[in-house]
């Protein structure tokens, strides 16, 4: 393929030697081409993620993963970030509640980022491959049953992004009323829609979530967090948990999304029931989290000979650095889509499980379904981190819903009485407010106890 010499048609910074900009629909229809631009320029490449909102793009692999394993050059603690510690980036920015400063493993370093991560990695550990894919199976039958008799299906909002959140609902021991707001807010802080007001909603949500556990705690992830000899604060938990159940919200359900898309337009992989290697190639050509990893150098220093200042915000390019690799076929090392170093994803295994366990139960399910319209007409969610489709719509020979089967459900407290709400800092000083649908989470416990 011949590498471009000019920004793609359509990029503002066609022969301007502007940024490039990430958030554009331009951008999510053909981030390759981009990226093949952005290869020209050096290990680096100038971008805006939002208005007003620069950063440094690392597309080189070797580049990206000589930062991800560098954390004294490179950090994650966000209030090191010049341009927003000087009012350089508006406070109601899209982009800010997946940036700023949370106290989990995400955004510190040193011993407190080992003491936070070791925690999670241990509660996961609890959650056997058994019971996960049961709760997997169980939530993509309920899922598949609400529109098999249809003979088609948008499998991106049907199904896609809704299984993990459901999955994750049910490993963290989270009732049907604060399941549902979880579920607005994950949505709305990665569709960037009234991002401020929808991690206000999730945080608070989370903080009821905790102060239940602390109550009546269960067999669940939650829980274990609390139980762990790393003794988190109420923050500190509050905001792990929205850690997790974010990257096991939006990030998942776009791996299963893109992994349907690979399978649905590589015949050979849905033909041999090939699921580990249709999310092998969607991890390197589509991962889900493209553009992110965001790092602050401490001091003036270089990303493979390319300047980089104090505080700056630099991120990584997943995506860049992996097709890149790919299309010299040097697939003998692995891709950075679980990213590397010491905030390489935490639960990348339970993750895989996920989404190979959901891909595999709706083709079993439906297994003549195809995509209703062509490829190249599905249209990819403007957006600088995820990659992302707005849309899967299929269609298959309708089936009749399958009738549930009574789970070996984990003993859950039931809501009762529930102490006030954890407030975890100024995330939460006000309550958030906002009509929340009680379908979701709640038709998923309804069906699942019978």
Same mark, same amino acid.
């Given at each position: 393929?011949?590498?471009?010499?000019?920004?793609? %048609?359509?990029? =503002?910074? $066609?022969?301007?030697?502007?940024?490039?900009?990430?958030?554009?629909?331009?951008?999510?229809?053909?981030?390759?081409?981009?990226?093949?631009?952005?290869?020209?320029?050096? %290990?680096?490449?100038?971008?805006?993620?939002?208005?007003?909102?620069?950063?440094?793009?690392?597309?080189?692999?070797?580049?990206? *993963?000589?930062?991800?394993?560098?954390?004294?050059?490179?950090?994650?603690?966000? !209030?090191?970030?010049?341009?927003?510690?000087?009012? $350089?980036?508006?406070?109601?920015?899209?982009? *800010?509640?997946?940036?700023?400063?949370?106290?989990?493993?995400?955004?510190?370093?040193?011993?407190?980022?080992?003491?936070?991560?070791?925690?999670?990695?241990?509660?996961?550990?609890?959650?056997?491959? @058994?019971?996960?894919?049961?709760?997997?199976?169980?939530?993509?039958?309920?899922?598949?049953?609400?529109?098999?008799?249809?003979?088609?299906?948008?499998?991106?909002?049907?199904?896609?992004?809704?299984?993990?959140?459901?999955?994750?609902?049910?490993?963290?021991?989270? &009732?049907?009323?604060?399941?549902?707001?979880?579920?607005?807010?994950?949505?709305?802080?990665?569709?960037?829609?009234?991002?401020?007001?929808?991690?206000?909603?999730?945080?608070?949500?989370?903080?009821?979530?905790?102060?239940?556990?602390?109550?009546?705690?269960?067999?669940?992830?939650?829980?274990?967090?609390?139980?762990?000899?790393?003794?988190?604060?109420?923050?500190?938990?509050?905001?792990?948990?929205?850690?997790?159940?974010?990257?096991?919200?939006?990030?998942?359900?776009?791996?299963?999304?893109?992994?349907?898309?690979?399978?649905?337009?590589?015949?050979?992989?849905?033909?041999?029931?090939?699921?580990?290697?249709?999310?092998?190639?969607?991890? /390197?050509? @589509?991962? =889900?989290?493209?553009?992110?990893?965001?790092?602050?150098?401490?001091?003036?220093?270089?990303?493979?000979?390319?300047?980089?200042?104090?505080?700056?915000?630099?991120?990584?390019?997943?995506?860049?650095?992996?097709?890149?690799?790919?299309?010299?076929?040097?697939?003998?090392?692995?891709?950075?889509? /679980?990213?590397?170093?010491? $905030?390489?994803?935490?639960?990348?295994? %339970?993750?895989?499980?996920?989404?190979?366990?959901?891909?595999?139960?709706?083709?079993?399910?439906?297994?003549?379904?195809? *995509?209703?319209? =062509?490829?190249?007409?599905?249209?990819?969610? &403007?957006?600088?981190?995820? !990659?992302?489709?707005?849309?899967? %719509?299929?269609?298959?020979?309708?089936?009749?819903?399958? &009738?549930?089967?009574?789970?070996?459900?984990?003993?859950?407290?039931?809501?009762?009485?529930?102490?006030?709400?954890?407030? =975890?800092?100024?995330?939460?000083?006000?309550?958030?407010?906002?009509?929340?649908?009680?379908?979701?989470?709640?038709?998923?416990?309804?069906?699942?106890?019978?």
């Amino acid at each position: 393929m011949t590498t471009p010499s000019v920004p793609p %048609p359509g990029c =503002p910074a $066609h022969g301007s030697g502007q940024r490039i900009p990430l958030h554009t629909p331009e951008f999510a229809a053909d981030p390759h081409a981009y990226y093949r631009y952005m290869h020209q320029l050096g %290990p680096t490449a100038p971008v805006t993620i939002a208005p007003g909102v620069d950063a440094t793009l690392v597309t080189d692999y070797n580049a990206a *993963l000589e930062l991800l394993q560098d954390p004294t050059t490179f950090r994650k603690d966000s !209030r090191r970030w010049r341009a927003l510690n000087e009012g $350089h980036i508006s406070p109601d920015s899209p982009v *800010l509640p997946l940036l700023a400063y949370r106290p989990n493993c995400m955004f510190t370093d040193g011993a407190e980022h080992q003491r936070l991560r070791q925690a999670i990695t241990d509660s996961f550990t609890r959650i056997s491959n @058994n019971r996960l894919s049961k709760i997997v199976q169980q939530a993509a039958l309920f899922l598949i049953n609400q529109f098999s008799a249809r003979g088609s299906a948008d499998l991106l909002n049907d199904y896609a992004k809704q299984l993990p959140l459901y999955v994750f609902n049910e490993l963290f021991g989270c &009732p049907a009323e604060i399941g549902d707001r979880v579920l607005f807010g994950i949505s709305g802080m990665f569709d960037g829609v009234n991002a401020e007001q929808a991690s206000q909603v999730l945080v608070q949500a989370v903080g009821e979530l905790v102060a239940l556990k602390r109550n009546q705690p269960g067999e669940d992830i939650t829980s274990y967090l609390m139980q762990h000899p790393a003794q988190l604060t109420n923050e500190e938990l509050v905001h792990t948990l929205v850690l997790l159940l974010g990257a096991g919200g939006e990030p998942e359900g776009n791996l299963l999304g893109n992994g349907f898309y690979t399978m649905l337009t590589n015949e050979h992989y849905a033909r041999n029931g090939q699921f580990d290697k249709a999310l092998d190639e969607t991890l /390197w050509r @589509n991962p =889900p989290m493209s553009n992110y990893a965001p790092h602050y150098p401490v001091a003036d220093t270089d990303v493979a000979g390319d300047k980089v200042h104090t505080g700056e915000l630099v991120l990584v390019s997943f995506g860049a650095a992996n097709t890149a690799l790919a299309d010299r076929g040097a697939d003998t090392r692995g891709h950075l889509a /679980w990213s590397a170093g010491p $905030h390489s994803c935490p639960s990348k295994e %339970p993750a895989w499980l996920i989404a190979a366990t959901g891909l595999e139960a709706l083709f079993n399910a439906l297994p003549d379904v195809e *995509l209703a319209v =062509p490829a190249d007409s599905l249209v990819w969610r &403007p957006g600088p981190f995820n !990659r992302a489709l707005a849309s899967l %719509p299929v269609r298959f020979g309708a089936v009749a819903p399958r &009738p549930a089967v009574q789970p070996q459900r984990s003993a859950a407290p039931q809501p009762g009485h529930v102490q006030q709400p954890v407030t =975890p800092g100024p995330a939460t000083s006000q309550p958030a407010t906002g009509k929340v649908g009680r379908s979701g989470w709640s038709g998923f416990m309804k069906w699942l106890t019978g």
